[in-house]
């Protein structure tokens, strides 16, 4: 990968992957030391973190460059419009997805990752036989994320990753040294009816209203300036 932070200047073209290469994508990865550890580990293997907070992506690009890892790049755009339009089918083999924002407020349920959306998105983008791991402090999440699986065909429900201290994230350390409890659980994607994904569509508290952050939209791509300064050291 030529760049550690990806720049999106087309919000329908698609990243350009190595397809002769495995592919590994953690969403939500914080500033990446999980990745960037399995990085050092897998040369022979792409990886991509998708992380929307800027500060955690500065962090996770030097220490990608600190480390000269060159198998390895982060992307700060939203995870659902990212799995859903950017990324080539049917080539990652692994997805991660540790700690999400649980969102435990009943009205603000509709933020969460895990849902039909993301689901018909992340098969599409799984090789058959891929694999997704899940893990959360959050009963609740755990439970309903459990849910959201058991009722969608194209997945099978295999036995989660160990979770050695090697693995631990930044906030399962944090979780961990409170005693929190993890829940972790990991799908495989199968085979099944490959059809198009329908366009999505913003629902109307996520449009861009003047004074309020944008939650869903390529906010990545009006910013991809301060993103090229980033990945030349210049910010
Ligand atoms: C609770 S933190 C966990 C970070 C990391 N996975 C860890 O375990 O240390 C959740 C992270 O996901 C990011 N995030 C949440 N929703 C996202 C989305 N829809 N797209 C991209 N990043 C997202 C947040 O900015 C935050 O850094």
Same mark, same amino acid.
């Given at each position: 990968?030529?760049?550690? *932070?990806?720049?999106?200047? #087309?919000?329908?073209?698609?990243?350009?992957?190595?397809?002769?290469?495995?592919?590994?994508?953690?969403?939500?990865? @914080?500033?990446? !030391?999980?990745?960037?550890?399995?990085?050092?580990?897998?040369? #022979?293997?792409?990886?991509? !973190? *998708?992380?929307?907070?800027? !500060?955690?992506?500065?962090?996770?690009?030097?220490?990608?460059?600190?480390?000269?890892?060159?198998?390895?790049?982060?992307?700060?755009?939203?995870?659902?419009?990212?799995? $859903?339009?950017?990324?080539?089918?049917? $080539?990652?083999?692994k997805?991660y997805?540790? %700690?999400?924002?649980?969102?435990?407020?009943?009205?603000?349920?509709?933020?969460?990752?895990?849902?039909?959306?993301?689901?018909?998105?992340?098969?599409?983008?799984?090789?058959? @036989?891929?694999r997704i791991e899940f893990a959360?402090?959050?009963?609740?999440? %755990?439970?309903?994320?459990?849910?959201?699986?058991? @009722?969608?065909?194209?997945?099978?429900?295999?036995?989660p990753m160990?979770?050695?201290?090697?693995?631990?994230?930044?906030?399962?350390?944090?979780?961990?040294?409170? !005693?929190?409890?993890?829940?972790? =659980?990991a799908?495989?994607?199968? =085979?099944?009816? #490959?059809?198009?994904?329908?366009?999505?569509?913003?629902?109307?508290?996520?449009?861009?209203?003047?004074?309020?952050?944008?939650?869903?939209?390529?906010?990545? *791509? =009006?910013?991809?300036?301060?993103?090229?300064?980033?990945?030349? @050291?210049?910010?």
């Amino acid at each position: 990968m030529k760049e550690t *932070i990806l720049k999106v200047t #087309d919000p329908c073209k698609k990243l350009e992957f190595d397809l002769s290469k495995p592919l590994e994508i953690e969403v939500g990865c @914080g500033s990446g !030391g999980f990745l960037a550890r399995r990085a050092a580990a897998n040369p #022979d293997c792409e990886f991509l !973190g *998708i992380e929307r907070m800027l !500060g955690r992506v500065r962090s996770f690009a030097h220490k990608c460059q600190k480390a000269h890892l060159s198998n390895i790049a982060v992307l700060r755009l939203e995870a659902l419009y990212t799995f $859903h339009y950017l990324l080539p089918e049917h $080539h990652a083999r692994k997805v991660y997805v540790f %700690f999400p924002d649980p969102w435990p407020k009943k009205k603000h349920h509709s933020h969460r990752l895990f849902g039909p959306l993301f689901l018909a998105a992340l098969w599409k983008r799984l090789e058959i @036989g891929g694999r997704i791991e899940f893990a959360t402090d959050h009963r609740e999440y %755990f439970e309903t994320v459990e849910e959201c699986f058991s @009722g969608n065909e194209k997945f099978r429900r295999v036995e989660p990753m160990a979770r050695p201290e090697e693995v631990w994230t930044e906030f399962e350390r944090d979780f961990r040294s409170k !005693g929190m409890p993890i829940y972790s =659980a990991a799908w495989e994607a199968l =085979a099944g009816d #490959d059809k198009a994904l329908e366009p999505l569509k913003i629902p109307p508290e996520a449009e861009p209203r003047e004074g309020v952050k944008r939650r869903y939209i390529a906010f990545d *791509i =009006a910013e991809s300036q301060e993103a090229e300064n980033i990945s030349k @050291g210049e910010c």
